[in-house]
């Protein structure tokens, strides 16, 4: 019976260490298995990090002007230093700007002037004729003024726009204004042009002194009736 009883008892204590060896394993691949996906999200994490700088430092070099406009002896001088100047010396006069021609567009939106590109098109035809009987060339004057023919285009789209609202406006010459402008300009109007000629130069200019009044006139009234909130006084 002892014996029996004893290796009764041994089958019940190999089970018992099979049970706790069972056990031990399982923890043991738990904690395995918990640290291998810890440390994968760590790796993964880790590697969106090191992915996100090299994209910042990537975007950071190619668009390194963005941010650095020049390097003087290894020292960078950043852009929003040379805005910052700039706004010191033209800071008012750039905001000034931009309110009017802001002004002018709506303005020219609100009163249904329309303008086609054959309008436009026409217009930088003459002007090409103009810049070339002067022996120049049109894009290369566009270059040098920091433009190209689409912001030439778009400027002359706003400037006819102005133009059809002021000419809206008497603006003829009458007899009076110019013969006052022949007398009075007389010493500096060419010799070898006729009178019809002269007076004919005499209507384009005072045309073009009142349309630079009335234009002036038009912007004045158009900012008193705006509501403009400056947030930054220069």
């Known amino acids: 019976m002892k014996v ?24 043991i691949n738990t904690s395995i298995i918990t640290t291998f996906f810890s440390n994968n999200k760590l790796n993964k994490k880790y590697l969106s990090l090191v992915i996100g700088v090299i994209i910042i430092a990537g975007f950071l070099y190619y ?15 950043y852009r929003l230093t040379v805005i910052k100047e700039l706004e010191k010396g033209y800071g008012k006069q750039a ?51 920091g433009q190209n023919m689409n912001t030439f285009k778009a400027d002359l789209r706003f400037q006819l726009g102005l133009q059809k609202i002021i000419s809206k406006q008497n603006l003829s010459a009458s007899e009076k204004e110019i013969n006052d402008f022949l007398e009075k300009n007389k010493e500096m109007l060419p010799k070898d042009k006729s009178e019809i000629e002269l007076k004919e130069i005499a209507k384009t200019e005072i045309k073009q002194q009142k349309e630079g009044q009335k234009t002036q006139e038009f912007v004045e009234a158009i900012k008193k009736k705006a509501k403009i909130n400056y947030l930054l006084k220069y």
């Open 4 to 27: 029996k009883k004893s290796i009764k008892q041994d089958k019940i204590k190999k089970s018992i260490d099979v049970n706790n060896e069972s056990k031990l394993k399982h923890m």
């Open 63 to 77: 668009f390194k002007s963005v941010f650095v406009v020049a390097v003087v002896d290894g020292q960078p001088i």
């Open 95 to 145: 905001i000034d700007n931009i309110i009017t021609k802001s002004l002018i567009e709506k303005e020219i939106k609100n009163q249904k002037i329309i303008l086609t590109d054959k309008d436009i098109d026409t217009e930088v035809t003459r002007i090409t004729n103009i810049v070339k009987e002067r022996g120049q060339d049109i894009l290369t004057l566009l270059k040098a003024q």
